[in-house]
Structure formats: structure tokens, C-alpha cells
């Protein structure tokens, strides 16, 4: 039902499924997936939360869906919260350049502009973007706390990016 587009039809079927087994991370994961297509970001958020906490091997793109479900909220008070699950995400997985566009999202949306910059250039350091990388770490070094591990970070992405990037100038 859910890929023929009768989602208010899978979200019974789910319904049903969870009253049955309401610990099976899967149902929990799928219905959150539909309620966020259907734009019913809280609902999403939910079931999303549930799933991370009855499934027995977490990845990253658990915590990232639920960092995004949360920033889709468009409540200030869950920014911070998305925060936390998608800086878990990257924790497992700091290749995730999706994770690395959410952070920088949800940084900007709390006015964290400098860390919304590093997260920039993590992300376009990741694609292979690597004048964006640079340009971006540059901004970010200016108003970044010293001593962070964001700090740090950029200034390794200046100093990894430097020469490739004033040699193709």
C-alpha cells in the first residue's frame, strides 16, 4: 500500500501490526517514514524515537531521519534536539554528507552561524566541492570558539585544502 501511495491505508495496516507487536522496530521505522512524507513531523519524530529504541544494532541513518524529523518540526525548542541525534549520527558515521547539510541546517536555524560554516565545509569537503570546503572553513575559523573540536577541524581542512585550492586559482 505504502508504495502505491495509500498511506492513510499503510498507516492503518502499521496500526494494526503495532498492537500486535509494538516493540518491532521496523513498524516503528515505517510509519514514522510515512507520517514524515505525509508532513506530520511529530508523529514521525515518534515512531522514528521508538524504533532507535527497540532496535538491537543502531546506524547512523537512525539518528539522522529523527535529527531531520525534528528540524522538519519547524519548533525552535526541537533544534537543539536534532542537534544532539544528528551530531550522534556523525559520531558513527562522519561520512554522511546528509548529516553534515542537517547539522549545518539546524546550527543555522539556533544562530550558530560559525558552526553552521564548519558544518558547510565538512559537508562540501565530503563531495568533493573542495574551493566550497575551503571558502567555507575560512568563514568558519573567523567566530568559531578556539581550542573546539570544530576549531581544530578547520583548521585542518584549511591547511588539507590550501595548496589545491590557491594552485587552481
Known amino acids: 500500500n ?5 498511506h492513510k491505508k499503510s498507516i492503518e495496516n502499521l496500526k494494526i501490526l503495532l498492537a500486535r507487536d ?16 505525509n508532513n ?7 515512531y522514528q524515537l521508538n524504533a532507535i529504541s527497540y532496535v538491537e544494532s543502531i546506524n547512523d541513518l537512525y539518528y539522522m531521519m529523527l535529527g531531520n524529523y525534528l528540524l522538519s518540526i519547524n519548533d525552535f525548542s526541537k ?3 536534532s542537534i544532539y541525534y ?18 549545518a ?12 560554516n564548519y558544518a558547510t565545509a565538512e559537508r562540501y569537503f565530503l563531495i568533493g566541492e ?4 575551503y571558502d567555507f572553513a575560512l568563514k ?30
Not at 506530520?40 to 515518534?46: G, K
Not at 559520531?91 to 553534515?100: D, F, G, K, L, V
Not at 541546517?105 to 553552521?116: C, S
Open 105 to 116: 541546517r539546524a546550527y543555522a536555524q539556533v544562530d550558530k552561524l560559525p558552526l553552521a
Open 22 to 37: 509494538s516493540t518491532n522496530p521496523y513498524y516503528n521505522e515505517l510509519l514514522g517514514e510515512i507520517y514524515f512524507a
Open 86 to 103: 544528528l551530531k550522534k549520527s556523525l559520531q558513527i558515521n562522519s561520512q554522511n554528507a546528509y548529516s553534515w547539510y542537517l547539522l
Open 79 to 81: 533544534v537543539n534536539e
Open 40 to 46: 506530520d513531523y511529530s508523529n514521525a519524530a515518534t
Open 2 to 6: 505504502y508504495f502505491q501511495g495509500q
Open 130 to 133: 573542495r574551493k566550497l570546503s
Open 140 to 169: 568558519a575559523i573567523k567566530n568559531i570558539e578556539e581550542n573546539t573540536p570544530e576549531w581544530y577541524r578547520s583548521i585542518d581542512l584549511i591547511e588539507i585544502l590550501k595548496k589545491e585550492v590557491l594552485k587552481n586559482q
